[in-house]
């Protein structure tokens, strides 16, 4: 039996706080947990497709014995402060908040930074400023950020075309974040600090990674014959060179962070569940 979830918000910064969900491990797991998870949001509006997917993961990982702490990043989800006014250093101080509080937690437990998409970028981030070790569970990692802001940014396009316009529109769009002015860009405010910090982010191994860092990589895709791209793959092959061995695998489901409507990835649950479940996940990925 699972723990129902305890939801409560953590002062940071400024008077403000972040909303977070901290998923007990199940009453089964004796003792010290199997491992501590702290998870770390896509952006913006793949923050909000993903609510479901994200907490049936956490649930599963609650249940194979694993401490799990949701956190809503400034200006995201419940936290307080706006997203126009968030910038990427502030997410990377949330994560920090987080982990004071995961470790408070459960503070024998092996840790484990998972990501899942833009989320992907603000772990290895954070793992390369780490003293102590930590594993990474990245769940449709970008190479680097720069593809995620276009596609962010695209949505205007497409906005701006419909009601006619567009020509020229992403030249203006990126000299007006240049010149330090916000952008609006369906329905979110984006900072130009937020857009510059996102866009010079890259999925990068840490320069000193830990003999006992682990990286689990999980991607998802609709075709039953789907492949690796070469950019996953080269991806990979960097973070096996420096040492990083990388257990991936390659699941059919949808792309939930994105579809229309909100859809359910059991392949994912189930992967977690075999590569989380059974056994020490840093063991397993060895």
Same mark, same amino acid.
């Given at each position: 039996?699972?723990?129902?979830?305890?939801?409560?918000?953590?002062?940071?910064?400024?008077?403000?706080?972040?909303?977070?969900?901290?998923?007990?491990?199940?009453?089964?797991?004796?003792?010290?947990?199997?491992?501590?998870?702290?998870?770390?949001?896509?952006?913006?509006?793949?923050?909000?497709?993903?609510?479901?997917?994200?907490?049936?993961?956490?649930?599963?990982?609650?249940?194979?014995?694993?401490?799990?702490?949701?956190?809503?990043?400034?200006?995201?989800?419940?936290?307080?402060?706006?997203?126009?006014?968030?910038?990427?250093?502030?997410?990377?101080?949330?994560?920090?908040?987080?982990?004071?509080?995961?470790?408070?937690?459960?503070?024998?437990?092996?840790?484990?930074?998972?990501?899942?998409?833009?989320?992907?970028?603000?772990?290895?981030?954070?793992?390369?400023?780490?003293?102590?070790?930590?594993?990474?569970?990245?769940?449709?990692?970008?190479?680097?950020?720069?593809?995620?802001?276009?596609?962010?940014?695209? +949505?205007?396009?497409? *906005?701006? #075309?419909?009601? $006619?316009?567009?020509?020229? =529109?992403?030249? &203006? @769009?990126?000299? /007006?974040?240049?010149?330090?002015?916000?952008?609006?860009?369906?329905?979110?405010?984006?900072?130009?600090?937020?857009?510059?910090?996102?866009?010079?982010?890259?999925?990068?191994?840490?320069?000193?990674?830990?003999?006992?860092?682990?990286?689990?990589?999980?991607?998802?895709?609709?075709?039953?014959?789907?492949?690796?791209?070469?950019?996953?793959?080269?991806?990979?092959?960097?973070?096996?060179?420096?040492? +990083?061995?990388?257990? *991936?695998? #390659?699941?059919? $489901?949808?792309?939930?962070? =994105?579809?229309? &409507? @909100?859809?359910? /990835?059991?392949?994912?649950?189930?992967?977690?569940?075999?590569?989380?479940?059974?056994?020490?996940?840093?063991?397993?990925?060895?």
């Amino acid at each position: 039996m699972t723990p129902r979830p305890d939801v409560f918000f953590l002062p940071a910064a400024g008077g403000e706080q972040r909303l977070c969900v901290f998923h007990a491990p199940s009453l089964a797991a004796q003792g010290t947990p199997r491992g501590k998870v702290l998870y770390l949001h896509p952006f913006a509006e793949e923050m909000n497709k993903s609510r479901r997917m994200a907490a049936l993961a956490c649930r599963a990982l609650a249940e194979a014995g694993y401490a799990v702490l949701q956190i809503d990043l400034r200006g995201c989800g419940d936290s307080s402060g706006d997203f126009g006014d968030a910038s990427w250093a502030d997410w990377l101080a949330d994560v920090r908040l987080g982990l004071d509080c995961l470790n408070a937690r459960a503070p024998d437990a092996p840790l484990w930074l998972w990501g899942l998409r833009a989320g992907c970028l603000l772990a290895t981030e954070t793992l390369a400023q780490l003293e102590t070790p930590a594993h990474l569970l990245l769940v449709q990692p970008p190479a680097s950020g720069k593809p995620l802001l276009q596609q962010f940014l695209r +949505l205007k396009l497409a *906005a701006n #075309l419909a009601d $006619g316009g567009g020509k020229g =529109q992403m030249a &203006e @769009i990126r000299a /007006a974040l240049g010149r330090g002015e916000p952008v609006e860009v369906a329905g979110y405010l984006l900072s130009p600090d937020l857009a510059l910090g996102l866009e010079a982010s890259t999925l990068t191994p840490p320069p000193r990674p830990g003999a006992d860092v682990r990286v689990v990589w999980l991607e998802l895709s609709s075709r039953p014959d789907a492949e690796w791209t070469p950019v996953a793959q080269q991806a990979q092959k960097r973070w096996s060179d420096a040492g +990083l061995p990388v257990v *991936a695998e #390659l699941l059919q $489901g949808p792309a939930f962070w =994105q579809t229309t &409507e @909100i859809e359910e /990835a059991p392949a994912l649950i189930e992967a977690l569940q075999r590569l989380f479940g059974t056994a020490d996940a840093s063991r397993r990925a060895a």
